[in-house]
């Protein structure tokens, strides 16, 4: 079928607007009619540095409507609502024991470009198109596998739900999949974008005592403490380790660090208190640590997570009934922009402007 899609066609190039072919769904996919979109850092990295082959279709923050689905699926049916999250085998020693973010073949089945079993569905004429995350769903409609979507409440507004796919699952889940933080526990969040606020909303849920937001935007700060943070931190106006250590009496028991600055890096270890642990989940370039100092001599722990440790077809659901409760009132991240204002989604998300850019897409 032809469909439209945002392709891109080489190292850091704009978005553009073209008829593709998708090909229909195979043994065990469906065919997701796209309702919406969320952009996030990832679609920014894969254009930017090239950690995907090209031309692709970006896009892994997918919402939508089921319209076909392929022979062999038993739990999913034309007319589900469902969230589109990241592709995992299902079949290796991680995915069967529930952590699907560190499958053993997530590189290749979420940046390889291709299904699980090496073909494409996406093409313009005699050239075939890469997938990303195994739906590229900056589109009309995407092909994807049956354990991939996510089926959701109907009552609910779809095109606010493709974020919980990835970013805002990140942040969530980070806090309450892995860190998992003591009750009346200090936490302190590192940057107060999307995966951020979600980290902050999460630990509200999870009724820790200190919440801790440090940021240099004032506007996401105030944000923060609209969404649960306790305390704000201006990291360019305050010493962020003096001030975490005073409000905390001798430093936090968890943070998150969703930057990748390694000067925040050092910052959010520095700041721990003995035995405490610090969850990476930027992307992070090479950091100079004194390990002695920074880490062991204190037992501290230092921790990388992806995908906020979840298992989506679980954790999406539960992060829906928390915002039907007004527990995770995740909608005041999001800003919503048309199709064809993809390439202005974009720059507005680099320059703060909109903390989750959405896409509406039909």
């Known amino acids: ?95 069967l024991t529930g952590h699907p973010t560190v499958c053993d073949s997530f590189n290749q089945l979420n940046f390889g470009g291709a299904m699980d079993d090496g073909s ?27 354990r991939n979507a996510v089926k959701v409440d109907a009552d609910v507004d779809l095109a606010l739900l493709g974020p919980l796919g990835c970013g805002i699952q990140t942040g969530a889940g980070t806090v309450l999949n892995n860190l998992k933080p003591d009750f009346a526990s200090s936490l302190v969040v590192y940057g107060a974008g999307a995966v951020g606020l979600s980290a902050v909303m999460a630990a509200k849920i999870a009724g820790c005592q200190h919440i801790i937001a440090v940021d240099v935007h004032e506007n996401r700060l105030e944000l923060a403490k609209e969404l649960g943070a306790t305390h704000v931190l201006n990291g360019k106006n305050v010493d962020v380790v003096a001030e975490i250590k005073q409000i905390t009496d001798g430093g936090s028991h ?93 720059a507005d998300s680099a320059c703060g402007i909109s903390i989750k850019p959405v896409l509406k897409i039909s």
């Open 1 to 95: 079928m032809q469909i439209k899609a945002a392709v891109t066609h080489g190292l850091g190039e704009d978005f553009k607007l073209e008829n593709v072919q998708l090909a229909k769904p195979e043994f065990d996919e469906v065919l997701v009619r796209i309702v919406s979109a969320g952009v996030c850092h990832t679609d920014v990295v894969a254009r930017d540095l090239g950690i995907a082959p090209f031309p692709i279709v970006l896009g892994h923050e997918g919402s939508g409507i089921i319209e076909r689905v392929g022979a062999g699926v038993t739990d999913l049916q034309v007319g589900d609502p469902v969230v589109l999250s990241f592709a995992h085998c299902a079949n290796c020693g991680h995915c």
């Open 120 to 146: 494409r569905r996406l093409a313009q004429g005699e050239e075939s198109l890469a997938t990303f995350f195994g739906q590229s769903s900056f589109a009309t409609y995407a092909v994807v596998k049956s």
């Open 254 to 346: 968890y943070a998150i660090e969703t930057t990748g600055v390694p000067l925040l890096i050092k910052q959010s270890l520095n700041a721990l208190r003995p035995l405490g642990t610090v969850a990476i989940v930027g992307i992070t370039p090479e950091v100079t640590l004194d390990i002695h100092n920074d880490l062991m001599a204190e037992g501290k722990k230092m921790v990388g997570v992806i995908e906020g440790d979840a298992v989506p077809r679980v954790f999406i659901p539960q992060l829906v009934a928390y915002y039907k409760a007004g527990r995770f009132p995740f909608d005041k991240l999001v800003k919503f922009y048309s199709f064809e204002q993809i390439n202005q989604a974009f």
